[in-house]
């Protein structure tokens, strides 16, 4: 959910993958810069949240890391419908992995539309040698369905700081550009009726 | 016997009728061996008894369920899972190994587990979109929301969850004409139940329920496990805290485990719960399979009327419909909250298309509806194939017009509306033919020029301008046939607005007694300017 309070604005990122992709590895180097940190008292903590700030704007972001419980069904929709942004982890030895990532792409536009700012993360660079899916494929993949790709190592601490920065970037850029749509489009519409009785769905052609 | 899931979804629901009363068989070895297993399908002839209380025969085999009774099913899913959990070893946790490739080798309980809680999930959505009818769906859901209450006063957390998961799920909270059968004392049960499981403060919810209450109890694992994957990484082996932070988490889940439920097991209940399986490795497929049944038994909602067309039944609520979580207490928006804990709901259950409601102004052809919902206009996420017009996000502005008096530019920018208020409306008469199934939409309606501009509510039941859009959905564009006929008879706030050239007739409520004369008296004005003086005698007003 976006709001803003006090010209702050509060994103909600979810951030899902397989398990053992690196996603809490990623998010804990990121919220604390401490990937092995034994002070880290982070847990039952609320949302991991990182207060940062862009060209002058504050912005605070709550992710929601669901590691461990990736093999229950009980995160649907509802826990991630006011989501404005999603980090989608992938191991780049894992070709799993990333299949993964696909659905939940998928499942996200579906269920969020375009209203969701998406960035693939293909995480544990520093296993290049042990690759297994292709960086062509990958960024290919992103481009198509409209995410920015990443190369990050939570170990080495390479890429995760690029990754938040952009993916904060592009909801901060798509939350003002809703705000000012709401302006602009006021100014040249007519729907006049809304329970036209067409039974023919874009989904049900598609689907069935 | 076995009794498949992603069978019957796939094939039993068309097979059934010719087989009225045959029995899907598919025998399927557990875990890894899934794989090769191929799927043998038997048809054998069943000697279920009929159940007197359903009326088809199909019911009878599919919707087995509801004969048996809600607190059967909790205690033996209960006397199941407990059994399960127990079985879970303090290794399977330190070592995170449910996450590990080899899993089943070094996690076997905690898989099996977690299995338990998928299938009853899975289960739970077929059961009831196995019924043809929302009402008997909703029979079906009201089942499911008392074996919810009953795993609650077992404190069987885990299999409550599953439930509850399957009720929220894509697939099922969509189905608003279901929800809307469902009696008020069922939805509020649910709701009750639902606001446990969110997701709020890291399940804080949840985390001071299991605390709070007495064995026996099993525990939804999930949240153990995600508090032993950061222990894990953040305390690597070797770490002085990793020992100490693990035995807290291991400490709460052996207590857990000594948990000892008084109930007598029921064989044929527990078999008949044993028998729900499908494979593992299709999960994804009977999801998808799942969802798209599930559209076609509700097929999604024109724009506008995506709340559903039952909710008359609200009517009584009216304005103060009491904040829920039940799908069927959505309106307009279809915002859904859990715990009050979203302000903005972007997320609206049902087919993407109504969100076109909130976010897509323009969206009335769905052909244009279909590019806009597709990320970046490129890829068809159903096979992943590129689309062939990548028009996103531009699509939408196709159909817009300008206003009538607006020259497209700026003038509407700052609505100058002469008068504007909370109103509900229901459609009686559209083009002409009766609107047999109508709701009423609450909305803030403005009207400016000789356009009425509708804002879709953002709540259930706020009645000020701040709980609608700021995006209005629709705009009505007035012309000389409109007439706005007070309803003082029926209803002291109600008025009626009728256009005679397509013959048209929505009923709106205000709330109170002015405020429809006063919509009646300037709409009015509007039209009766608006009449070209012209031939009067063809001008018919009745």
């Known amino acids: 959910m976006t709001t803003v309070q006090s010209g702050t604005h509060n994103f909600k990122v979810v951030l899902l993958g397989e398990g053992c992709v690196g996603k809490t590895s990623l998010l804990l180097r990121y919220i604390e810069d401490k990937y092995n940190d034994k002070h880290l008292t982070t847990l039952q903590a609320t949302f991991l949240n990182k207060k940062l700030n862009i060209n002058g704007k504050r912005i605070n972001l709550s992710i929601w890391d669901t590691a461990g419980q990736e093999k229950f069904h009980a995160l649907g929709p509802i826990y991630y419908r006011n989501s404005n942004g999603a980090i989608l982890v992938y191991d780049i030895t894992d070709e799993d992995s990333f299949g993964k990532v696909k659905n939940w792409v998928k499942e996200l536009r579906k269920m969020l539309g375009s209203d969701i700012v998406l960035v693939i993360a293909g995480n544990k660079i520093d296993l290049e040698q042990d690759r297994t899916v292709p960086l062509e494929e990958a960024e290919s993949y992103a481009v198509m369905v409209g995410a920015r790709h990443f190369n990050t190592s939570a170990k080495m601490n390479q890429g995760v700081e690029e990754l938040f920065l952009e993916l904060t970037r592009e909801m901060t850029e798509r939350f003002e550009q809703n705000s000012q749509a709401d302006v602009s489009r006021t100014s040249r519409v007519l729907v006049v009726e809304d329970e036209a009785p067409q039974q023919s769905s874009c989904c049900s052609g598609i689907r069935n | 016997m076995p009794r498949d899931i992603l069978s019957d979804s796939l094939a039993v629901l068309r097979i059934v009728e010719k087989f009225k009363a045959d029995i899907y068989n598919f025998s399927v070895g557990e875990g890894a061996t899934n794989r090769q297993c191929d799927p043998v399908y038997q048809f054998k002839t069943n000697s279920l008894p009929a159940a007197s209380s359903m009326s088809q025969s199909w019911d009878t085999m599919v919707c087995s369920v509801l004969r048996i009774a809600p607190e059967d099913i909790a205690n033996q899913l209960s006397l199941l899972d407990l059994l399960c959990f127990k079985s879970i070893k303090p290794e399977e946790l330190t070592t995170c190994g449910w996450t590990k490739l080899n899993k ?372 009505v564009e007035l012309h000389d046939g409109w007439r706005a006929v007070l309803m003082d008879c029926e209803a002291q706030d109600a008025f009626q607005l009728v256009d005679h050239r397509t013959g048209t007739i929505y009923k709106f409520k205000t709330g109170n007694e002015s405020t429809a004369k006063q919509w009646a008296a300037r709409i009015n004005e509007v039209t009766n300017k608006l009449v070209t003086p012209l031939p009067a005698n063809l001008m018919s007003f009745e």
């Open chain 2, 104 to 475: 089943l080798m070094v996690a076997p309980n905690v898989v099996a587990f977690t299995k338990r809680f998928n299938r009853v999930s899975f289960w739970t959505v077929q059961e009831i979109l196995n019924g043809q009818s929302p009402k008997v769906r909703a029979e079906t859901l009201a089942h499911f929301i008392k074996v919810a209450k009953k795993l609650y006063d077992l404190n069987n957390l885990h299999s409550l969850f599953a439930v509850i998961s399957a009720l929220t799920s894509a697939s099922i909270y969509r189905l608003t004409k279901t929800w809307a059968c469902l009696s008020k004392k069922d939805k509020q049960q649910f709701d009750k139940l639902a606001e446990l499981f969110g997701d709020k403060d890291n399940w804080m919810t949840l985390r001071e329920y299991m605390r709070s209450i007495s064995l026996p109890c099993i525990p939804y694992l999930g949240i153990f496990l995600t508090d032993l994957v950061y222990i894990d990484i953040a305390h690597p082996s070797g770490s002085p805290h990793r020992v100490a932070k693990m035995a807290v988490v291991l400490k709460a889940l052996e207590r857990y485990q000594t948990s000892e439920y008084t109930i007598t097991p029921v064989p044929h209940v527990a078999n008949y719960l044993n028998s729900v399986r499908y494979i593992e490795e299709l999960q994804k497929f009977l999801e998808d399979d799942q969802y798209k049944l599930s559209l076609k038994l509700e097929p999604p909602s024109p724009i506008g009327s995506c709340a559903g067309s039952k909710e008359s039944v609200k009517e009584v609520q009216g304005p103060s419909t009491p904040f829920t979580l039940s799908p069927s207490h959505r309106l307009g928006s279809g915002s859904l909250r859990l715990q009050g804990s979203y302000t903005q709901a972007k997320f609206i259950p049902t087919h993407r298309k109504c969100r076109s409601l909130g976010s897509n102004i323009f969206g009335k052809s769905h052909s244009e509806d279909k590019d806009e919902r597709t990320p970046a206009g490129s890829v068809n996420l159903l096979d992943d194939t590129l689309l062939e017009s990548p028009s996103w996000p531009t699509a939408g502005a196709k159909t817009s017009k300008p206003l009538p008096f607006s020259d497209g530019s700026s003038v509407m920018d700052s609505v100058e509306c002469e008068f504007q208020s909370y109103v509900r409306r229901k459609t009686i008469i559209k083009d002409g033919r009766k609107i047999s199934l109508s709701s009423w939409q609450r909305y803030w309606l403005q009207i400016s020029g000789n356009v009425l501009i509708f804002y879709s509510s953002k709540t259930f039941k706020g009645t000020s301008r701040n709980d609608f859009s700021k995006e209005r959905c629709k705009v």
